[in-house]
Nanobody
Framework: EQQLVESGGGLVQAGGSLRLSCDVS????????IGWFRQAPGKERSGVSY????????YYTDSVKGRFTISRDVAKNMVYLQMNSLKPEDTAIYYC?????????????????WGQGTQVTVSP
């Protein structure tokens, strides 16, 4: 069964850190790009970061570059998003996603597979 299960969200003060985890089942890292989207209240869902299937290339949207780091543990079937120097504008529901095409994070359409999401709230 293909499944993506997020964990690690929560409430943190501005400047703090959180690490999101995505438990990946039924998706091979050899064929699927896996990463994160987020959706803030009243805003569209947008790509945050991914790690590609082919060579592990990473991508970050401009607003999180230098603050967020994506990684994967192939042996544990886990993908992580380390979020440092968090800002109130990072507040959103964060979704783990998987797709055979990394361009889904940049140009769409949205990935085919999604987790249920985890809430991240950053207080001023």
């Amino acid at each position: 069964e293909q499944q993506l299960v997020e964990s690690g969200g929560g409430l943190v003060q501005a400047g703090g850190s959180l690490r999101l985890s995505c438990d990946v089942s039924g998706f091979s890292f050899d064929y699927y790009t896996i990463g994160w989207f987020r959706q803030a209240p009243g805003k569209e869902r947008s790509g945050v970061s991914y790690i590609s299937s082919k060579d592990g290339t990473t991508y970050y949207t401009d607003s999180v570059k230098g603050r967020f780091t994506i990684s994967r543990d192939v042996a544990k079937n886990m993908v992580y998003l380390q979020m440092n120097s968090l800002k109130p504008e990072d507040t959103a529901i964060y979704y783990c996603a998987a797709d055979g095409d990394a361009s889904s994070w940049l140009y769409g359409p949205f990935p085919d597979h999604w987790g249920q999401g985890t809430q991240v709230t950053v207080s001023p």
